[in-house]
T-cell receptor
Framework: GNSVTQMEGPVTLSEEAFLTINCTYT??????LFWYVQYPGEGLQLLLK???ADDKGSNKGFEATYRKETTSFHLEKGSVQVSDSAVYFC?????????????WGAGTKLIIKP | DAGITQSPRHKVTETGTPVTLRCHQT?????MYWYRQDPGHGLRLIHY???????DKGEVSDGYSVSRSKTEDFLLTLESATSSQTSVYFC????????????FGPGTRLTVL
């Protein structure tokens, strides 16, 4: 079956550090891949997405590339800010699923220290 | 902003009482979802709907029922609330014109005493 595995948190970095949050997946079909972010006390917001191999999603300085050969969709940012502190979720949607359900990773808490 | 609202935003209730949470959308999206979020479990799908009066179970549907009598409203009912249903509940819609990307409401924090 389909699954998503994220690196465990919390991840603690200093401001302006380089960020990588690893996400790997298993899928029987050709999934779409997503990163969602949840700031403290808030709901989930779509951060970025990619729908086919080698696509790069980007938003707010974050990037992730859909790598079919390594079944990965790692989230990166070149210089993090305190305001990036949040929980980040990787998810996939199997394009063969007619009900468009999302398969979720467990989430990675990111803490940025000034 | 996908035009999703949830009500109430916070609720405290007692074990054994019925509770209904409402999700309202303004853009006529066909698919709607109810999730719960708990520490250590991430997001888990409770029920979803693929049209008026068309619903199906998700991963953790026991103890919950749903109804969708209008496109814009998706109701989640706890028939007899238990302490294990204390959680944050999120509603989501799937936007067909964006490759069925899901967008989420602000959530309802439910505490069952």
């Amino acid at each position: 079956g389909n699954s998503v595995t994220q690196m465990e948190g919390p991840v603690t970095l200093s401001e302006e550090a380089f960020l990588t949050i690893n996400c790997t997946y298993t899928a029987t079909g050709y999934p779409s891949l997503f990163w969602y972010v949840q700031y403290p006390g808030e709901g989930l917001q779509l951060l970025l997405k990619a729908t086919k191999a080698d696509d790069k999603g980007s938003n707010k300085g974050f990037e992730a590339t859909y790598r079919k050969e390594t079944t990965s969709f790692h989230l990166e940012k070149g210089s993090v800010q305190v305001s990036d502190s949040a929980v980040y979720f990787c998810a996939l949607s199997d394009q063969g699923d007619s009900n468009y359900q999302l398969i979720w990773g467990a989430g990675t808490k990111l803490i940025i220290k000034p | 902003d996908a035009g999703i609202t949830q009500s109430p935003r916070h609720k405290v209730t007692e074990t054994g009482t019925p509770v209904t949470l409402r999700c309202h959308q303004t853009e006529n999206h066909r698919y709607m979802y109810w999730y719960r979020q708990d520490p250590g479990h991430g997001l888990r799908l409770i029920h979803y709907s693929y049209g008026v009066k068309d619903t199906d179970k998700g991963e953790v549907s026991d103890g919950y029922s749903v109804s969708r009598s209008k496109t814009e409203d998706f109701l989640l009912t706890l028939e007899s609330a238990t302490s294990s249903q204390t959680s944050v509940y999120f509603c989501a819609i799937s936007v067909a014109t964006e490759g069925n990307t899901q967008y989420f409401g602000p959530g309802t924090r439910l505490t069952v005493l």
